[in-house]
């Protein structure tokens, strides 16, 4: 039985933990290189860069900001800083978990993966999510702040609610749907010009471009319709913004979607 390795500030078999304090660091190793591998982080404050590398290993590090209180009882005192970010990772069955116990602190995560690597992240407050040369699943999950996805190969579902979607895919997965949506930001997702795709692109207020050959299906609009009469509720129909189209002649359905905002779907050069 294969029993996860957890690490909390302590250096146990497998793990390389860097003597400065500041960053913290640390190397940590999959369970089977050979084997597809996966890493996990998410963070409440702060932000998260990964990018691939020629290696083996997870390279992560993380550099805390601590927000000081007012405290009247301390007046006249020296304040004794606190060091340490609170990082805490997990590996078990070729999944590495990223994560830290530190709630209040900004905490920015920089971590880096073998190439093929797929990847999930998700951040909630103070910062930008950004992923760069990756081989695999791309998933990104941003509340407050930016979404950025270079040189992917593989596949990306990608959302900001309030920042921008910024998405470069150089391949993709064969039948894979994909999504890229944010509330109040642009969309721009550069894809490579043979890209096959059954296109779904809705802006409520703003405009969408693309510089592929779009082949528009007005017969994909379907009307929306609500019955409530039988419990003496109203009958409503309605039409969404939603415009459907294919790409090199239609493939696995990729969305975009914005409600503040515009759509780029560019052609890779």
Same mark, same amino acid.
């Given at each position: 039985?294969?029993?996860?390795?957890?690490?909390?500030?302590?250096?146990?078999?497998?793990?390389?933990?860097?003597?400065?304090? !500041?960053?913290?660091?640390?190397?940590?190793?999959?369970?089977?290189?050979?084997?597809?591998?996966?890493?996990?982080?998410?963070?409440?404050?702060?932000?998260?860069?990964?990018?691939?590398?020629?290696?083996?290993?997870?390279?992560?590090?993380?550099?805390?900001?601590?927000?000081?209180?007012?405290?009247?009882? !301390?007046?006249?005192?020296?304040?004794?800083?606190?060091? @340490?970010?609170?990082?805490?990772?997990?590996?078990?069955?070729?999944?590495?978990?990223?994560?830290?116990?530190?709630?209040?602190?900004?905490?920015?995560?920089?971590?880096?993966?073998?190439?093929?690597?797929?990847?999930?992240?998700?951040?909630?407050?103070?910062?930008?999510?950004?992923?760069?040369?990756?081989? @695999?699943?791309?998933?990104?999950?941003?509340?407050?702040?930016?979404?950025?996805?270079?040189?992917?190969?593989?596949?990306?579902?990608?959302?900001?609610?309030?920042?921008?979607?910024?998405?470069?895919?150089?391949?993709?997965?064969?039948?894979?749907?994909?999504?890229?949506?944010?509330?109040?930001?642009?969309?721009?997702?550069?894809?490579?010009?043979?890209?096959?795709?059954?296109?779904?692109?809705?802006?409520?207020?703003?405009?969408?471009? !693309?510089?592929?050959?779009?082949?528009?299906?007005?017969?994909?609009?379907?009307?929306?319709?609500?019955?409530?009469?039988?419990?003496?509720?109203?009958?409503?129909?309605?039409?969404?913004?939603?415009?459907?189209?294919?790409?090199?002649?239609?493939?696995?359905?990729?969305?975009?979607?914005?409600?503040?905002?515009?759509?780029?779907?560019?052609?890779?050069?």
């Amino acid at each position: 039985m294969k029993k996860a390795l957890i690490l909390a500030f302590v250096l146990t078999a497998g793990f390389a933990l860097a003597q400065d304090s !500041s960053p913290d660091r640390v190397t940590v190793a999959f369970s089977d290189p050979s084997r597809p591998k996966r890493l996990q982080a998410s963070l409440l404050n702060g932000g998260i860069t990964v990018r691939g590398y020629d290696g083996k290993d997870a390279i992560i590090e993380a550099r805390g900001e601590r927000h000081h209180r007012r405290d009247e009882r !301390s007046d006249g005192m020296h304040r004794i800083d606190q060091v @340490g970010s609170g990082l805490s990772i997990e590996e078990s069955d070729n999944v590495i978990k990223v994560g830290t116990r530190a709630i209040n602190d900004n905490i920015d995560l920089i971590i880096q993966v073998p190439y093929a690597t797929s990847v999930k992240l998700s951040a909630t407050n103070g910062g930008d999510i950004i992923v760069d040369h990756v081989s @695999g699943d791309v998933e990104v999950n941003n509340t407050n702040g930016n979404a950025t996805a270079t040189h992917i190969t593989g596949s990306a579902v990608v959302h900001a609610l309030n920042g921008k979607v910024v998405v470069t895919l150089d391949r993709i997965t064969p039948d894979k749907p994909m999504s890229f949506s944010s509330l109040n930001g642009d969309i721009d997702v550069t894809l490579p010009g043979d890209i096959k795709a059954r296109v779904k692109m809705k802006s409520d207020n703003g405009e969408i471009y !693309s510089d592929f050959d779009v082949k528009l299906d007005a017969s994909a609009r379907q009307p929306v319709v609500e019955d409530q009469r039988s419990e003496h509720g109203k009958y409503r129909v309605r039409f969404d913004k939603v415009v459907y189209g294919m790409i090199n002649g239609g493939g696995p359905e990729v969305q975009f979607t914005t409600f503040n905002g515009n759509i780029y779907i560019r052609k890779a050069k």
